[in-house]
């Protein structure tokens, strides 16, 4: 029943800028904290970064600390992912995620998995 949407991926070139959106729906809809994955080929789905819903309290993977930033509008029930200075490393497809687990701004319980969107970085 609850549904995770993913949009705003796309094709850009290396340090440049991108906003992925993740828009949920249901009348169960509940989360704590939502956020992001990403899976590149022949990788593992790796996290990449968490929000709090009730306190924005945010956490990131090393790997995009300072040029990657997580948003949430809860008047929307939207979540959004703005990347920077991107990297052809960034290349994967992402997740968007949700948990119902307290306190579980690292995702390690996912209740709730979008489809995906493609986000390419060009050298």
């Known amino acids: 029943q609850v549904q995770l949407v993913e949009s705003g991926g796309g094709l850009v070139q290396a340090g440049g800028s991108l906003r992925v959106s993740c828009a949920a729906s249901g009348r169960t809809f509940n989360p704590y904290a939502m956020g992001w994955f990403r899976q590149a080929p022949g990788k593992e789905r790796e996290f990449v970064a968490g929000?709090?819903?009730?306190?924005?309290?945010?956490y990131y993977t090393e790997s995009v600390k300072g040029r990657f930033a997580i948003s949430r509008d809860n008047a929307k029930n939207t979540v959004s992912l703005q990347m920077s200075i991107l990297k052809p490393e960034d290349t994967a497809l992402y997740y968007c995620?949700?948990?119902?687990?307290?306190?579980?701004?690292?995702?390690?319980?996912?209740?709730?998995w979008g489809q995906g969107t493609q986000v390419t970085v060009s050298s």
């Open positions: 929000i709090s819903l009730r306190t924005g309290f945010a």
């Open positions: 995620a949700a948990t119902s687990a307290s306190y579980d701004v690292r995702l390690n319980r996912v209740d709730y």
